[in-house]
Structure formats: structure tokens, C-alpha cells
């Protein structure tokens, strides 16, 4: 197929105002100016069609301009926007309930309202902090959280969102990950990778460097997202809650990006049958307006008034798309992403059957990693080629996002049908066929 000639003119006018006026600490990993988008699809600027197979870092969860969606956002901005969090709304206390209907765990839960996956993430920090007179935490190597200080100071996958930044938050301690694919610890006898990682925290960790009573929490995503879509084995899970009861320590989920349906059930630490304390949540929660949320079982959350508190959380707007959200992921989008997911997954196996640069495809529902190497015994990364291959499919209509070291996350809208994913999958094919001819892999 031929490629688009991109960047048009239009978008190439906004970029130059863009750089004249704009941080340069944004990405922008390639020239894409976006129109407008319905559904799965979305135009730049000069008319040209994509599939969006990003959706916003995950973020587009019932696809673009959803109409239910945006019926409830003109319905609530008609009565009013803004009120502040001294006083009441109802958007807000229908949202907490459905996220304590739908919380990981048994009895009763309490939320706090945020405006994103980092405000989150720095407020359970606090919390932890406050209920158990902690003030450690436990992190993984790979891990992304946020880049506001505390936050930055638990992320661990690329060492330049912290380069001109020190000192962080003290009380932060990284260990390694469980990855199948590369595991990083020499699985001991008896142990799967998983258990291996928990039995290093505990004898290395807790017995040798942090004693267990000054941990406040572990603080872990269900699957690693910006270090490279890694999703642990099944015996990571267990032997981390375990591990928490047994120190009194909080186990924090960090469902920024895993959780509202991504992987076909509302959060990814359903599928290991584990029960976490803290669950973090935003990215796709209100189909692309600004919320996040902190839950926690109801008898942590014993701060008291003004302890914590915000400006805009937890804003009506971004309540009422919310619930329209979880609405529709609850009624149709959950089963799609289920089925369809599938379906993608089975269609990037079947690309890597045919190309020898994907090492591995991994993951659940739509969020699913494409890993390429330069050689599939040696796992040597092919950085430069994934960013190609990311190039490529952008220049033949298709929008993609790398991760890690060389992964492609795969995270189209939970409304992507079969169909899109077929023409997904042929602009990915091609793509990666020349890729790999410029790059002098076939």
C-alpha cells in the first residue's frame, strides 16, 4: 500500500506553532495532528484517516466521541461544571458507588476522586503513610507510575524521567520484576519465577536491608505498561499477598492503565484471584476527559478532614462521563474486549510465525505487547527497528505506541471490531516487512 504523505500542510503549520509555544518535554514520537475521531477511527488535520490503535495510551476506552458519553457531558455541563469538594454532588458519590460495586475485594470500600493515574498514585502514597506510620515503600525495577516527585520516585523504567530531579522521596526500595521472557533472578528449586522475585524480597529485602514493620506499602502494577506490556506468571500474585498479610503491609495496585475493562475483566489483578488493599485507577475511567480515583478497602481510608484534598477531582463533568463509561464497558465493551481481544492476539501470532524479528506476543484483552529482537535465541532487542515499525504503520494509517525496550503496546478502543483489526494486522504486516528489510533482517 502507499504511504500517506505525512505530515500535511495544515499539521505541518500547528507543529511549527506547536514548537514555538510548547514544552519540549512532551514525546511526540511522530507528526500526527489529530482532527477529529469516531469509534476506532480518527483524522489529522489534512483529512487523512487512521486506526488508532493506541487510543490515547489507553485512555479511549469506548472509543472516540462516543455518543452516550458525550450526551452525559453535555446533559451535566448544561447544569452546571464545576463545584468545589467542600461541598456535594451527586455525579460524584453514583461514581464511588459503582467503583465499590465493582472493587477487587470483599466488603466495603471508600474513594478518593483525582485527576490522574500520578494524583492517584501520590495519594496512596499518603495514605499508607497515615495508616500505618510507615514510611517505606517496595517498587520494581521496570515500573512506571507517574513523574510528579513521589510518584517518579517508585517509577523505574527509563532512568531520564528522573535525570535533573534528585534528591526524590527517600524510602523507596526497587527489586526486579517477574518477567517470563526475560527473567532477570535464577528461578530457585521448587519455585517458579514469581515465587523466586517474592522470596528475594523477603531474604534479601526485609531480612537483610528493610525491616518489614517500616514498610508502608508495595506499590505494583498487575502488568508492567510503560516497561514493555510484562505480564508476571501466575504465582507472582499469591506469593505477594501472602507476603504483605505476613509483614503488615499494604499491597497498592497500580490499574492506571490495566484497569476499566482493558484486559476483559474491570482489572487485571482479577486474573491472578488475588485481593489487593489500595487499587489505582484513571487513564480509561471517563473515555478521555481528566478523573482517576484511589479505592481502598473502607477501613484504611482514616485520614482525617483536610488531610488530603484537591481542586478539581472528582469534577461533575468527568463524573457523569464516567459513569457512562463504566456503563457501556459493562454492557458491551467487556465481552468485545474478551472476544476480540482474542481475536488480535491470535492475529499477532500469526505475524510472528511469519516475522522472525517478534520475539514474543503477550497479554489479555486489548492490551497486548509485540516484542522484537534482533535474534529470537539471543533476545537482543531491536530498538531501532520497533521504532520503525511504529513509523511505518503511521505512514499507512495506522497509530502505535512503543514500550520498554522494544515493544509495541496494542491498545485500540474495547468498541474495536473484528474487522478493524484485520486492517490493523495488514498495515502492521507490511510495515514490519520493511522494516525488516531496511534493517537487514530477512
Known sequence: MQPLNLPGPKAQALI??????????????????????????????????????????????TGHSHPQVVKAIQDQTEKFIHISSDFYHEKWIALAEKLAEIAPWSGPSACFMTNSGTESVESAIKLARYHTGSTQFIGFLGAFHGRTLGAVSLTASKAHYKNGFFPLMNGVVHVPFPNPYRPV??????????????????????????????????????????????????????????????????????EVQSGMGRTGKWWAIEHYGVEPDILLTAKGIASGMPLGAMVTRKELMDWPKGSHGNTFGGNPVSCSAALATIQLIEEQYLENTRVVGAYCKDALEELQAKHASIGDVRGKGFMLGVEFVQDRETKQPAESLRDDVVYKAFERGLLLLGCGKSVIRVTPPLSTTKSEVDEAMLILDEAISLAERDHALV
Not at 510548547?22 to 514520537?29: D, E, F, L, N, V
Not at 500474585?237 to 503491609?249: G, H
Open 185 to 254: 533472578l535464577q528461578r530457585r528449586p521448587g519455585m517458579g519465577d514469581g515465587e523466586t522475585v517474592v522470596a528475594f524480597i523477603e531474604e534479601e529485602i526485609l531480612e537483610r536491608l528493610l525491616p518489614g514493620e517500616d514498610v508502608a506499602g508495595i506499590l505494583v502494577e498487575p502488568i508492567q505498561g510503560e516497561g514493555g506490556y510484562i505480564y508476571p506468571p501466575d504465582d507472582f500474585f499469591p506469593a505477594l499477598r501472602k507476603l504483605c498479610d505476613k509483614y503488615d503491609i499494604l499491597l497498592i495496585v497500580d
Open 16 to 61: 511549527t506553532r506547536d514548537n514555538a509555544v510548547i514544552s519540549p518535554s512532551y514525546p511526540r514520537g511522530y507528526p500526527f495532528v489529530m482532527d477529529h475521531g469516531r469509534g476506532t477511527e480518527v483524522w489529522d488535520v489534512d483529512g487523512n484517516r487512521f486506526l488508532d490503535f493506541e487510543a490515547g495510551i489507553a485512555v479511549a476506552s
